[in-house]
């Protein structure tokens, strides 16, 4: 059975540092991934995915994420933070050709950025 | 144009209620979908409908019922509520079922609390 584990239920890190944040995945076939954003009292937005196109996946706002199928990862970096990146992040995986497709999703990391 | 809505935003109501939540997508999309929120951040998946044919029905119990009039609709009743139904349940849809290339897309979210 599929499953996601995000490392580290809060991470904070200062304005202008390195984002980090952590995925793994367990799957039988070869996934597809998703990051999710959750910005406060909204609904999620895609902020990047993997299809098995690219290891390296670009995203929005300055984000991307490395697919390592050796480690079963899919982190995801940001180079430098921002103040309006504070948020909470999903990682999300979907196996491929699964009949019905749930998209499971990890329990999410909060990210705090500091001045 | 709100490509995912939902109505209402918060919904505040007393234990053994029945309530709708509705949802509405004009994305052209063929696949809806209902999910929970807890009060951790955990997002669970409830339903979902291809083509308004129910294709994932979760663990959840029956007092849930999904109704999906036509492909741009799907609506959440909710009988006989209870305390532990308190969450926020967002609604999302996709061009196809999940275990595809095809992210999610997620409406705003309803919050509802069960007093």
């Known amino acids: 059975a599929q499953s996601v584990t995000q490392l580290g239920s809060h991470v904070s890190v200062s304005e202008g540092a390195l984002v980090l944040l952590r995925c793994n995945y367990s799957s039988s076939v070869p996934p597809y991934l998703f990051w999710y954003v959750q910005y406060p009292n909204q609904g999620l937005q895609l902020l990047l995915k993997?299809?098995?196109?690219?290891?390296l996946v670009k995203g929005i706002n300055g984000f991307e994420a490395e697919f390592k199928k050796s480690e079963t990862s899919f982190h995801l970096t940001k180079p430098s933070a921002h103040m309006s990146d504070a948020a909470e992040y999903f990682c999300a995986v979907s196996e491929s050709g699964g009949s019905q497709g749930n998209l499971i999703f990890g329990k999410g990391t909060k990210l705090s950025v500091k001045p | 144009d709100t490509a995912v809505s939902q109505t209402p935003k918060y919904l505040v109501t007393q234990m053994g209620n029945d309530k709708s939540i509705k949802c509405e997508q004009n994305l052209g999309h063929d696949t809806m979908y209902w999910y929970k929120q807890d009060s951790k951040k955990f997002l669970k998946i409830m339903f979902s409908?291809?083509?308004?044919?129910?294709?994932i029905n979760e663990t959840v119990p029956n007092r849930f019922s999904p109704k999906s009039p036509d492909k741009a609709h799907l609506n959440l009743h909710i009988n006989s509520l209870e305390l532990g139904d308190s969450a926020v349940y967002f609604c999302?849809?996709?061009?196809?079922?999940?275990?595809?290339?095809?992210?999610?897309?997620f409406g705003p979210g309803t919050r509802l609390t069960v007093t």
């Open positions: 409908y291809n083509n308004k044919e129910l294709i």
């Open positions: 999302a849809s996709s061009q196809a079922p999940g275990g595809s290339v095809y992210e999610q897309y």
């Open positions: 993997y299809t098995s196109a690219a290891t």
